[in-house]
């Protein structure tokens, strides 16, 4: 099958998935975590990157296909969702979060979609992205990348230190603000967008059809 340039991209993103998973998952035994974390971060921004330009592509050359509908949306879900779970087995600070996280992810992207398909076979409405769902898949892909680059940045930060002061420092592993800030950003918006979607095509679902 001939694919143009924005599906491809799309294949892409979802073919970083699994091997973002897979490389995050890794024994700390084979491979420092700080390399593990840094690439992990790496992975994940390429596909957010290739997310962002692949829908830019399609729309400025007339490359918008109902392969890279469907596909699209998908990929988006199996990257943040990805992602997620290898937080979820790398990070014993922020398991709780995220399980509540992955659930709130889960459920909401189930029952966008599920309205979705039913109220554009139903009631031939496209029911578009809207500012709410885009702002809040920007806040996933930081807070995501802000999981794993945190800890580096403040490694790197505690090196340097020891290097000006020709002192051992301390290091503080649960002293991440800007995670938790971003997470919960991010959960207040997923949570946000999803009832705004239901608030909005909620008419279109009659019960007794």
Do not use: H
Request: glycine share 4%; proline share 4%; with cysteine.
């Amino acid at each position: 099958m001939k694919m143009n340039l924005p599906n491809k991209l799309t294949v892409l993103r979802l073919c970083l998935v699994p091997v973002l998973i897979i490389f995050g998952m890794l024994p700390e035994a084979w491979i420092p975590w700080y390399i593990s974390y840094t690439v992990c971060a790496a992975l994940f921004i390429g596909t957010a990157i290739t997310d962002m330009l692949d829908g830019k592509i399609a729309r400025k050359n007339n490359l918008v296909t109902d392969f890279g509908k469907f596909l699209d949306p998908v990929a988006d879900k199996f990257m943040v969702i990805g992602a997620m779970f290898v937080i979820l087995y790398k990070f014993d600070n922020l398991r709780t979060i995220m399980i509540f996280a992955l659930l709130i992810v889960v459920f909401r992207e189930l029952a966008v979609t599920s309205m979705r398909l039913v109220v554009s076979t139903g009631q031939n409405i496209v029911v578009a992205a809207n500012k709410l769902g885009k702002l809040k898949t920007v806040l996933q892909i930081v807070a995501i990348s802000t999981v794993f680059l945190e800890p580096v940045v403040q490694l790197c930060v505690m090196k340097i230190g020891e290097l000006i002061t020709k002192q051992s420092l301390a290091w503080r592993t649960d002293i991440i603000p800007l995670t938790w800030i971003t997470l919960a950003l991010s959960i207040v918006l997923t949570v946000w967008s999803g009832v705004a979607y239901l608030k909005a095509y909620w008419k279109y679902l009659d019960p007794e059809k």
